[in-house]
């Protein structure tokens, strides 16, 4: 076979496979079914903000009505980031159904390219419905969050590995670490992890938002 005829074949498989993956996307709950991650970046432009928008494709945990929305701006290298998914996962497992959590990416930890790799590939463990088991195990390995750490996160929460290594290395969710970064940076965040509860900036003790629920 000569070399255009091999370019055609590998290209032909990329697609198919690329194809797939969509398809796969395309069956996940109904929350999420709505989006990709092109569609996101054109359909949901980001104009001067003054809260956190929340979008279909943010990951969440909680249900929609419940009377505490926190949303947090986080990185997954930044040791703080670490304190506070533990203190968020407390509050939220004494006030069951009562809050709200929803996860925006901002990689700022530099070297800047690696955090965003890392998001994206939590991301990619969102395509398949495992975002906040990725992000545990992440947090657990923050110190080495090499690719080949990445990997093996995938293969311990129970992705299919040919589907997550497809994804991220052909960067699929890089678009929706770059919206949430955007936003984050349009809403002048300098630091994380950043909260807003019920749309306003968080500054108090996190122990203090119990007392939104009494």
């Known amino acids: 076979m000569n070399q255009g005829g091999k370019f055609a074949v590998v290209f032909f498989l990329l697609i198919s496979a690329l194809g797939v993956l969509w398809i796969w996307i395309a069956r996940q709950s109904n929350e999420r079914a709505a989006w990709t991650p092109v569609k996101e970046k054109q359909i949901v432009p980001i104009i001067s903000l003054t809260q956190p928008s929340i979008l ?66 939590a991301r990619c463990a969102q395509i398949q419905g495992e975002f906040w088991e990725y992000h545990d195990e992440l947090f657990a390995h923050q110190n080495t969050l090499t690719e080949n750490q990445l990997l093996a996160s995938a293969v311990t929460v129970g992705l299919n590995s040919e589907q997550f290594q497809l994804c991220f290395t052909n960067k699929i969710t890089q678009s929706l670490v770059e919206r949430s970064f955007a936003e984050g940076e349009n809403l002048k965040i300098d630091g994380t992890p950043t909260l807003y509860v019920n749309g306003k900036k968080w500054n108090l003790p996190l122990t203090e938002i119990t007392l939104l629920l009494k």
Request: charged fraction near 30%; hydrophobic fraction near 35%.
């Open 56 to 121: 279909v494709s943010d990951p969440t945990q909680g249900p929609q009505n419940a009377p505490v929305t926190i949303v947090e701006f986080a990185d997954f290298r930044c040791p703080h980031c670490v304190e506070t998914a533990e203190e968020l996962k407390k509050i939220m497992t004494d006030n069951p159904g009562k809050i709200r959590l929803v996860w925006k990416d901002f990689p700022i930890i530099p070297p800047r390219e690696e955090s965003v790799r890392v998001h994206e590939a």
